[in-house]
């Protein structure tokens, strides 16, 4: 049957609102491309070190580390663990350029971060993705942490002025180094490119994943000794042992 052009407009609203769930295959009869049941049983992050988002097994200010040697970020928000489903999401976005799953879960952080900000949470004067290096971002042909940076950015209306911290050289996976080869490693390896732009500023860095907080920690220190204010982390999901991650 045809539809009656005074009813298409409907329709069409409606079909653009049938999102198959991403996870199970059936309609979510939502704007979310995830269906409640698939929603409520994601790894959602529950009990954390307030600082790192470190999960813990119970509620407790801080983890060991934040405690003993803390980052130079204030605080990391991020709604999920690094568990299964979300890890498998995480790497075909990151890796097989499976945009909707990016889509989606930055559509979960997004929800996540209005709650907050509705709740008193602070909004940042500005946000930035974690770069990548130059012959890194050749090979993979796009920058994932700058893709959900950008939508995040246009959902929650915040300033995202580009380019503003650079990689400025190639570093060697951190993966499987010590806490002091993952900080020798990334020395001297970013560069704040208009320090004016981030002075007294609450800066949010964001990224896909965080493991360590090394990466993080680094350019927050750097964006501290250029004046920021405040640095905070926003990621789709923290991860339990950073050790024992495969990223
Ligand atoms: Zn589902
Ligand atoms: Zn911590």
């Known amino acids: ?80 663990q690094f568990a299964f489903p979300v890890d498998t999401l995480i790497s075909r976005f990151k890796y097989q350029q ?38 890194r971002q ?21 300033p995202n002025p580009q380019q503003l911290v650079l990689r400025t050289r190639e570093t060697v996976s951190q993966q499987g180094l010590s806490a002091k080869a993952r900080r020798d490693n990334l020395h001297n390896a970013f560069q704040i490119t208009q320090p004016e732009q981030v002075k007294d500023k609450h800066v949010v860095l964001v990224d896909d994943v965080l493991t360590t907080g090394t990466t993080c920690s680094i350019i927050s220190g750097l964006l501290v000794k250029h004046g920021a204010a405040r640095v905070e982390v926003y990621c789709l999901a923290r991860t339990g042992k950073p050790q024992t991650v495969q990223m």
């Open 1 to 80: 049957m045809r539809c009656q052009p005074s009813h298409f407009k409907k329709v069409y609203q409606w079909l653009k609102s049938q999102h198959p769930c991403l996870l199970c295959d059936s309609t979510s009869h939502r704007l979310l491309a995830l269906c409640e049941d698939c929603e409520a049983e994601l790894p959602w992050l529950r009990e954390h070190c307030s600082q790192c988002a470190l999960p813990l097994p119970k509620q407790q200010a801080l983890c060991a580390d934040c405690t003993h040697n803390p980052p130079l970020f204030s605080k990391v928000i991020t709604p999920l």
């Open 138 to 158: 050749r090979q993979r042909g796009y920058n994932q942490a700058q893709m959900v940076c950008d939508w995040l950015a246009k959902a929650l209306q915040l």
């Open 98 to 135: 499976n945009w909707p799953y990016g889509q989606l879960l930055s559509a979960l952080l997004i929800q996540h971060l209005s709650y907050y900000f509705d709740e008193g949470g602070q909004r940042p004067d500005l946000i930035l993705a974690v770069p990548l290096a130059k012959r």
